[in-house]
């Protein structure tokens, strides 16, 4: 019961707290990924955010760190809120200033982003930032 309140308690802290933060930047990443379409599938990339394997499973590995039992399943890419709460979650870990270039940068090149790398990504999403 104690970590099913944990649970809870950290996914309110990630979705309704630092949604509004990064809420803008989400809308443009969709955008860009998918043109907002939470089926698109593009190879291994899938949903509104064109989420990775890899992502998933990144983000089970910070929830394990926290002793959180949830854990997101390669369906989840699919639902639009689910996919939210993995960037958010990813964005806690590292990015808790919650910096928009930061966060754009991170979601295209890993925590370990190049910003030579990731420039052009950088500039289509800060186009539909509003």
């Not at 043109?35 to 998933?56: D, E, F, K, T, W």
């Not at 590292?94 to 052009?120: C, D, F, H, Q």
Request: charged share 25%; proline share 4%; glycine share 4%.
């Amino acid at each position: 019961m104690k970590k099913y309140i944990l649970l809870l308690l950290f996914i309110f802290s990630v979705v309704f707290i630092e949604a509004h933060e990064l809420s803008s930047v989400i809308n443009a990443i969709a955008k860009v990924e998918s043109n907002n379409n939470p089926n698109a599938v593009n190879g291994r990339y899938v949903g509104l955010l064109q989420i990775s394997p890899i992502c998933v499973k990144e983000c089970n590995t910070i929830l394990k760190k926290k002793d959180i039992k949830h854990s997101f399943k390669l369906k989840d890419r699919y639902c639009p809120k689910k996919s939210k709460e993995m960037f958010l979650l990813i964005q806690k870990h590292y990015n808790p200033e919650n910096n928009i270039e930061k966060a754009i940068r991170i979601w295209n090149g890993g925590p370990n982003y190049s910003v030579l790398k990731t420039n052009r990504y950088y500039a289509k999403v800060k186009k539909h930032l509003k």
